[in-house]
């Protein structure tokens, strides 16, 4: 199934709002395990698709799961799960990142000479998960290389996906301000959210919002 343009999806009144923009008929929506079984329901399919694409089992019964709402068609998801503590990055784990995002966006410049006059022509770049599929396949599964010492955390980001046709339009960034704003009854800090062996596109995301990076990556593998 092609899922470029998310997936169907028309809100009910009962659903949990977090937020909502009647001019552009965007809202994101926030599903609970003990929310109906048509709710759910949707929410398994859009879980299955981000675990065909993204890989691994992403959805367990604690989660909370932040759908983003657009023209009646899911075009966002985020899957959060409570956690206690989380591993900060090491600054040469990202810094390997930035070598190779460096060298691929020096590609994109395409040079004309003429005698002694160059002439050089930028091309647009595109959302890292398009235009570097090596980078992403690559590193997908690798491990992330962190410190030893465990910091404290609230929620861990298991998954994140945005629709191919919606990139760039800002909403992984809305989705998590809205896992901020509405995981438990205060805002969370940035620095205590953490992220589930990003891939290179999500260390990206990652480091951008979080403003470092240095963000912190849970695993799953080291008991609370």
């Known amino acids: ?82 956690i206690k ?22 590609q994109t410049q395409n040079t004309l000479q003429f005698g002694e006059v160059v002439l050089q022509k930028e091309v647009m770049k595109r959302c890292l998960s398009i235009n570097y599929p090596e980078l992403l396949d690559k590193n997908h599964n690798r491990e992330i290389l962190c410190e030893d010492e465990a910091a404290h955390a609230v929620c861990d980001i298991r998954a994140i996906w945005v629709a191919p046709s919606k990139i760039r339009r800002s909403i992984g960034r809305q989705l998590l301000d809205a896992v901020r704003s509405f995981y438990m009854v205060s805002v969370l800090e940035r620095s205590q959210l953490a992220f589930s ?28």
Not at 34 to 44: L, R
Not at 202 to 223: E, H, M, N, P, R
């Open 1 to 82: 199934m092609d899922y470029t343009h998310g997936i169907q999806f028309k809100v009910k009144n009962s659903m949990m709002l977090v937020y909502t923009h009647t001019i552009e008929l965007e809202r994101i929506v926030l599903v609970l395990d003990y929310d109906p079984p048509a709710q759910k329901n949707k929410v398994h399919e859009v879980v299955k698709m981000m675990e065909f694409e993204l890989g691994g089992g992403i959805y367990h019964k604690l989660c909370k799961v932040y759908m983003f709402i657009s023209s009646q068609r899911i075009t966002g998801c985020v899957v959060a799960e409570p």
């Open 197 to 224: 062996q990003p891939t290179s596109a999500g260390k990206a995301l990652s480091s951008f919002y979080t403003g470092t990076g240095s963000f912190l990556v849970y695993k799953s593998d080291i008991v609370d």
């Open 85 to 106: 503590h989380a591993f900060k990055v090491l600054k040469q784990s990202m810094e390997k990142l930035t070598v190779l995002l460096k060298r691929k966006n020096d």
